[in-house]
C-alpha cells in the first residue's frame, strides 16, 4: 500500500512525534494547537461550495459502504459532485479469471452517480498493486496485448459516462526506485519497461476521446528527501509523455497527508504546481485524507491539527488555476483505509475525513470549506 510502503518511514516516525522527536510536530504543545475555530458561513454543502469556485469536489465511493448503508449513500450524494471508485475498477477486483471481466459492482457505482447528478470517475487501469495472480503467467510477448485490451475493454464500457480515468497510477517510487528515472517496481515495468505507460495512455485515448486522462500519484506534498525526489521524478515523467506526445491531460496529486508532518513547504509545493500547469496540463486532488497517527489522544486537538493540515495545504493548491478538482478519499471516518493502514498506537479510532462516523461534520468539514469559500473562482475555460 502507497502509504505504508512509502510513507512507512513517516509514519514511524510520527508515532513518535507526541515523545517530542526532533523535526516532526508535536500538538500537544500549546505554541503549535492551531487557534482557529475554523469558522463557516453559510448553509452550503462542499460540493455547492466548490461548484461556486468553478471546482468540483467528491470522494471515493466503495460499493460495499455505498450500497449496504442508504444513509451514508444519501450523506455522499448530497456532499459530493463526483463520485471515484476506491477498489470496483482494480484489476484485482475486476479481471478476476483473464477471460471475466465483472462490471458487476462498478456498474452500481456509475449508476449511483448516474442517477444522483454525480461525475463519476475511474481508478486506475494499470498500477503495480491490486493485481490478479494470473498476471503475473502473462508472458513478455503477450503483455501489450493483454495490457491493451483491458484498457480498451474497461473504457470503452465506460465511454461517454466518465469524467476521468487514473489511466496509470504509482509509476514512481522516488527515492525507494534502484533506476534512475525513480519508476516503481511493477508487472507492467517488468513486462514492458517503461513503454507500459505510453501504452496505458494510447488504449484510453483510443477507447474514450472525451475522458480526461490523468497520471495519478502519491508523496507529491512534502519537503522531505522522498517527496522531493518523487515530484522531480514525476515531472521529468510528464515532460517525456507530453514530448513524444503521449496524451496525458491531468496530473493527480493524492494527497495523502498526515497532520504530525510539519516539513510542508508551501513555496516548494506552489512552484511543483506551476511546473505542471505550464505543461499544459490540469490538476486533480484525487485522494486528499489527512492521518491522525502520531498526534496525541484529545480528540478536540487532534481535530483542529487535521483541519489545520486540510486547510494550509488546500489554501496553496487552489491558488493554482490548473487545480479543477478535490477529491477526498472517501467522506466518512465509519469508511477509511486509514483505519486498517495506518491505525492508532493507542487504539483509538482514527479522525481523518470531513464526516464523523455517525456522518456528523467536524472541523475538517469546515477546512475543507472554508478553502473552497476562499478559492480564487477558475475562468469558465480552464
Ligand atoms: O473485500 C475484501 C474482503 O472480502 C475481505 O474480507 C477483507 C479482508 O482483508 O479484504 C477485503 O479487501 C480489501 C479491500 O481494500 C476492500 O476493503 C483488501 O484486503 C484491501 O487490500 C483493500 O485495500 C484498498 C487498497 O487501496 C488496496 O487496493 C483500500 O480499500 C483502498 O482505499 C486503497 O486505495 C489506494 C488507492 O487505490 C491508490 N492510492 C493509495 C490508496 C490508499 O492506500
New binding site residues.
Given amino acids: ?3 505504508s510502503r512509502r510513507r512507512t518511514l513517516q509514519l514511524g516516525l510520527g508515532a513518535f512525534a507526541s515523545a517530542g522527536c526532533a523535526g516532526m510536530h508535536n500538538p500537544g504543545e500549546a505554541s503549535n494547537d492551531p487557534p482557529q475555530n475554523f469558522s463557516v458561513s453559510g448553509q452550503m454543502q462542499l460540493k455547492q461550495r466548490a461548484a461556486a469556485k468553478g471546482l468540483i469536489y467528491g470522494a471515493a465511493g466503495s460499493y460495499p459502504s455505498l450500497s449496504q448503508n442508504p444513509e451514508y449513500a444519501k450523506l455522499f450524494a448530497q456532499a459530493c459532485g463526483i463520485l471515484v471508485t ?2 470496483e475498477l ?1 484489476w484485482l477486483a475486476l479481471r478476476p479469471e483473464p477471460d471475466c471481466y465483472d462490471f458487476t459492482k462498478s456498474d452500481w457505482l456509475a449508476q449511483f452517480a448516474q442517477q444522483n447528478g454525480l461525475l463519476f470517475r475511474g ?2 487501469l494499470a498500477w503495480n ?2 493485481n490478479p495472480d494470473w498476471l503475473k503467467q502473462v508472458s513478455r510477448q503477450d503483455a501489450e496485448k493483454v495490457l491493451t485490451q483491458h484498457i480498451s475493454t474497461v473504457v470503452k464500457h465506460y465511454a461517454g459516462k466518465i469524467h476521468s480515468w487514473d489511466v496509470v ?2 509509476a514512481i517510487a522516488g527515492v525507494l526506485s534502484e533506476r534512475s528515472d525513480g519508476l516503481q517496481t511493477s508487472p507492467w515495468l517488468a513486462l514492458l519497461d517503461k513503454e507500459y505507460i505510453d501504452i496505458a495512455f494510447r488504449a484510453a485515448a483510443a477507447a474514450d476521446p472525451k475522458a480526461l486522462l490523468v497520471y495519478n500519484d ?1 508523496a507529491l506534498d512534502y519537503d522531505t528527501p522522498e517527496d522531493n525526489r518523487t515530484r522531480s521524478a514525476v515531472l521529468d515523467l510528464l515532460q517525456s509523455l507530453k514530448s513524444r506526445n503521449v496524451p496525458v491531460q491531468a496530473l493527480g496529486i ?1 494527497a ?1 497527508l498526515e497532520a504530525a508532518e510539519t516539513r510542508f513547504n508551501a513555496k516548494k509545493l506552489r512552484q511543483f504546481l506551476s511546473e505542471i500547469a505550464s505543461m499544459g496540463l490540469k490538476i486533480l486532488i484525487t ?1 486528499l485524507d489527512v492521518s491522525d497517527r502520531g498526534l496525541p489522544g484529545d480528540i478536540a486537538m487532534r481535530d483542529r491539527a487535521v483541519a489545520h493540515a486540510y486547510e494550509e495545504y488546500l489554501s496553496v493548491v487552489l491558488d493554482e488555476p490548473a487545480v479543477i478538482a478535490v477529491l477526498t ?1 472517501g467522506i466518512s471516518d465509519r469508511y477509511t ?1 486509514l483505519a486498517d ?1 495506518a491505525p492508532r498506537s493507542d487504539g483509538q479510532p482514527v479522525r481523518t475525513l470531513p464526516y464523523t462516523d455517525d456522518l456528523r461534520p467536524k472541523l475538517a468539514w469546515n477546512a475543507i470549506a472554508r478553502a473552497f469559500d476562499g478559492a480564487p473562482k477558475r475562468s469558465a475555460s480552464i
Fill in positions: 500500500m502507497t502509504l476506491e477498489n482494480k481508478h486506475t498493486q491490486a497510477n504509482e502519491t493524492q495523502h485522494e478519499w483505509w493502514f
